[in-house]
C-alpha cells in the first residue's frame, strides 16, 4: 500500500501568544521527530511547511495553505468557497513572498483562514513524498 504526500497541504501558519513558549515546545517535538526549527526572526520561526509568529492581540485560528495546479485552480477554490459560504480574506492575485505566487485567501464558517496557493514556474524535486506499509492498513 502507498501513500502519496506533500501533494495538498502547502503550509501551516500558527499565531500564537508567546513565541518564546511556543518555540521551546516546537523546538522539542520537532528534535523527538528527528527534525529541528530550519529558521528564525524577529517573533517568528519556521520548520519545513510550519510557520509560527507572534500574534498581534488575541492568537489567531489556522492558516492553512492548499496546493493549486495553476491560476485557474486558485481562482476555482475562491469562487467554490465564496459560493459555499466562505468569506473573501485575499482575492485571487500574485502576491510578494515569491516571484509567481498566486494565491487567494478565505475565511471558513469558524474564522480559520484557508489558503490556495500555485508556486509558479517553480519545479519540485519529486511530485510527493511516498509512504509504502508493509501491508493493509488495520481499522
Known sequence: ???????????VHLRVADV???????????????????????GY????????DQADSTPSNVHL????NDE???????????AAGGRDNGAPGE??????YYAAFLLDPDGN????VYHGAMERSVPS???????????
Open 129 to 139: 513524498v511516498v509512504i509504502t506499509t508493509p501491508g493493509p492498513l488495520s481499522s
Open 20 to 42: 518564546t513558549a511556543s518555540k521551546r515546545f516546537y523546538q522539542a517535538v520537532l528534535r523527538s521527530l528527528g527534525r529541528d526549527i530550519d529558521g528564525e526572526g524577529d
Open 95 to 100: 502576491r510578494h513572498y515569491h516571484p509567481g
Open 113 to 116: 483562514n484557508i489558503e490556495a
Open 72 to 82: 485557474a485552480t486558485v481562482q476555482q477554490f475562491y469562487q467554490a468557497g465564496l
Open 45 to 52: 520561526f519556521f520548520a519545513d511547511e510550519l510557520f509560527v
Open 65 to 68: 495553505a492548499f496546493q493549486a
Open 1 to 11: 500500500m502507498e501513500f502519496h504526500r506533500g501533494r495538498l497541504i502547502d503550509h
